[in-house]
């Protein structure tokens, strides 16, 4: 077979692509290109650079966009934009300073006053926190439905709501924080194209952080947008703040366009850290889903848990399954669990560790936990928390890559103490 004929898969190509060792001294990694302004070769040239960056024209076949500004592109971002788009098989992706920073930045470009947002439920506090306190400000209508609900039923929500002809997106998490709840992708992108016009598109994203970019590929679902809070997996370490949206050409242009007047792109130093971090991004995930099946297997079985919510746990032949099956490639490194008890036995567990780290945050290479009812998904509507299983007896933990006898050890002496 020709070398040209083969494919190289996304964790080999983590080390090289996208990347021209010759334009940095031949350095084997990427430099970090610290710097606020790029020179151009010539007056022209700058004319032209910017003539592509402001859309007033397209990008000719064989042109480059060449460097401007580190607000509007730089070499670092690049690469691992590129880098990032393998992962998600996406055309593009644009990474900002924060998950937060690109979730908000994908509403805020594709809704406008008088839209309806359909979202999943339970969403990541921010996100929650986003829809209902700032959405709501500039005129944006939404309306939440439930894992597990029929796709007929969530269209009886749309249409109750009287904005069905406004929606302009579905924004869901699957699975969902800090439950793992799963919702059906392709489901929700057949309701987007039964509500979606000849010149209006209702638009599909997805918060990937639980379980991407390895085992769940959004856009190959049907989904617009697959999201990511960077700071999770993709990091990896806890060392950095940062997000990432991958999706085709045509609408990561738009991101990528709204992102460059808002100046919420990552910073150089940040795209170095995370091409780092992707090189060993497999090994890593790979590890923690090992030791969190371990992890979940001990805890089922503990006399002080009530129950474990683990994506390896749900029942075959149920249609929760048939979802999982399709659309997941592992059960993943995030578990939740309830104690026997309430607040002040789960606050008696997570005072007694020794191993794991009472934070928040997830994805990291240690193991961490933390409490959604008073922590993380505080600022949900406390009846809305309960009737999403979020309760003073639940604990999140997202497990690490330390050796999981360990970890087990830790979790037991912990339960031992309540």
């Known amino acids: 077979m020709e070398s040209s004929d083969h494919k190289f898969k996304p964790e080999s190509l983590m080390m090289s692509y996208g990347y021209k060792p010759a334009l940095s001294e031949g350095a084997i990694k990427s430099p970090i290109f610290q710097t606020s302004t790029f020179v151009f070769k010539s007056a022209e040239e700058g004319k032209a650079f910017f003539e592509v960056a402001y859309g007033i024209r397209e990008k000719r076949a064989s042109e480059e966009l060449g460097l401007i500004y580190s607000r509007i592109n730089n070499p670092d971002l690049e690469i691992l934009e590129n880098r990032l788009t393998l992962w998600d098989e996406a055309e593009e992706c644009a ?27 339970p969403l990541y506090g ?23 609900q029929e796709r007929g039923d969530i269209e009886k929500i749309i249409d109750a709501t009287g904005h069905g002809e406004r929606l302009a997106m579905i924004y869901i998490e699957t699975p969902a924080n800090p439950t793992n709840s799963i919702i059906d992708i392709e489901s929700c992108s057949r309701i987007a194209a039964k509500y979606s016009t000849g010149t209006k598109k209702v638009f599909v994203a997805v918060d990937n952080t639980y379980m991407g970019p390895l085992w769940q590929r959004p856009l190959k679902h049907g989904a617009d947008f697959s999201l990511y809070s960077a ?58 889903a090992i030791n969190a099946e371990k992890v979940a297997i001990f805890l089922e079985t503990h006399p002080k848990v009530e129950k474990v919510y683990y994506l390896g746990f749900i029942k075959p032949g149920s249609k929760e399954h048939e979802i999982y099956k399709r659309q997941y490639s592992s059960p993943g490194a995030m578990l939740s669990f309830d104690v026997k008890g309430g607040e002040a036995e789960a606050f008696k567990l997570l005072n007694s560790f020794k191993l794991i780290k009472l934070a928040v945050s997830l994805g990291g290479t240690e193991s961490l936990a933390e409490h959604p009812a008073t922590m993380t998904h505080i600022g949900v ?36 103490k309540i």
């Open 381 to 416: 509507d406390p009846a809305h928390r309960k009737e999403m299983s979020i309760t003073e007896k639940l604990v999140r933990l997202s497990v690490g890559v330390e050796n999981y006898e360990d970890i087990i050890w830790d979790l037991g002496q912990a339960l031992d």
């Open 95 to 121: 990474v900002f300073e924060s998950g937060m920073s690109a979730i908000s930045t994908v509403l805020l470009e594709f809704l406008k006053p008088g839209d309806l947002l359909l979202f999943s439920t």
């Open 231 to 288: 700071t999770k997996y993709i990091g990896g370490h806890s060392d950095v703040i940062a997000g990432a949206v991958c999706g085709s050409k045509e609408v990561i242009t738009r991101v990528k366009t709204l992102r460059t007047f808002l100046g919420n792109m990552a910073a150089p130093h940040t795209g170095w850290l995370l091409m780092r971090s992707l090189e060993t991004l497999k090994v890593r995930m790979e590890q923690q």
């Open 126 to 148: 921010g996100t929650d926190h986003f829809i209902h306190d700032f959405l709501t400000k500039i005129g944006v209508h939404s309306v939440s439905f439930k894992p597990g």
